[in-house]
């Protein structure tokens, strides 16, 4: 299959949900929708980036790990701007996504792995071949801050303010971090008088950033492998070790946070009210940070980060 790709830079509307439905037109909510972005979620905003850095530093081929979202947008750039890509996924990751990435190009590396055992596999394999890694936690993961600091900078400007919330969907917790991040630089530069508080969606299934928060430890702890439980739905969100965990469990305290768990269920409920309701397309994992939001912020004025689905 042959597929079009296009150095297109990210960005997406932010769109209050009251104009689009009625699903959550009660709240003060607006969902910041990253499913417009070429391949449909906010990878996109570190995958063009971390392209150019290769291209930039003169690597011949690109490296990353993920549970598909991440791989999916490397390969679509790398094919956009010309490189190869290498993508691992673990295999019994069960996601849609592996015919996409081998339609633009990519070189797919597909073992028995857990996702934090492919990390290190694909950042060896890339030390050995002489790849650019761009996978979480590698020496190349400031691009990863500047990317989704740009998240932060369309919503003060779409907004013409900073919320009072904003809501993330966890993993690794890089995206919370580098939305954090953006703010702060807002701030620090005198353009917003405040850093929104910071609120953290995860999966039931276990992660590290929610967890420890949860518990009240300032410290991050890593997760025992034989607890975390994988579904169909959590996968972009379960993990035992986060590569940003620190980084984003110090966002929450510093900005008075908060974080929970949301079970598959009402992932799933919460992205089908998106998709009957609204006309939107988004993953259910993504969709927890809607449930986290009316949770925690149904007062307030608050941003919803959400990617989309094609199901
Ligand atoms: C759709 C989606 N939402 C959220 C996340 C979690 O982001 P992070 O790992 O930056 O915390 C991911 C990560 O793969 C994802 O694919």
Known sequence: MEVETEDKPPGSPLIRDFDIGNYLANYNFFLKYE???????QKDRISKKHVENAIEKGYETISVATCGNY????????????IKAVVGI????SNSRYAEIAAY?????????KYEEMVEHIRDQADRNGWYDASPGSQNKDIDIAGYSEIAYEIYDQLGFAPDYVSVPVGNGTTMYGIYYG???LMRSGRSDKIPSFIGASTAGGNPVVYSFMNGFRRIVELDQ?????????????????YDGQRALDALYKTNGKASYVSDEEMVNMS????????LSVLPASASAAVTAL?????????????????
């Open 71 to 82: 791989g999916a947008s490397i390969a679509y750039y790398a094919r956009a701007m010309g």
């Open 90 to 93: 673990p295999s019994e990751y």
């Open 226 to 242: 034989n607890s975390i439980v994988e579904t169909h739905s959590n996968e972009p969100l379960i993990a035992y070790r986060s």
């Open 295 to 311: 949770k925690y912020a149904a007062d307030n004025i608050c941003v919803i980060v959400l990617t989309g689905s094609d199901k």
């Open 35 to 41: 499913g417009v972005n070429p391949t449909g979620t």
């Open 272 to 279: 089908r009210g998106f998709r009957e309701i609204d006309h």
């Open 105 to 113: 190009g990519a070189e797919v590396i597909e073992k028995p792995l």
């Open 183 to 185: 703010f702060l630089k």
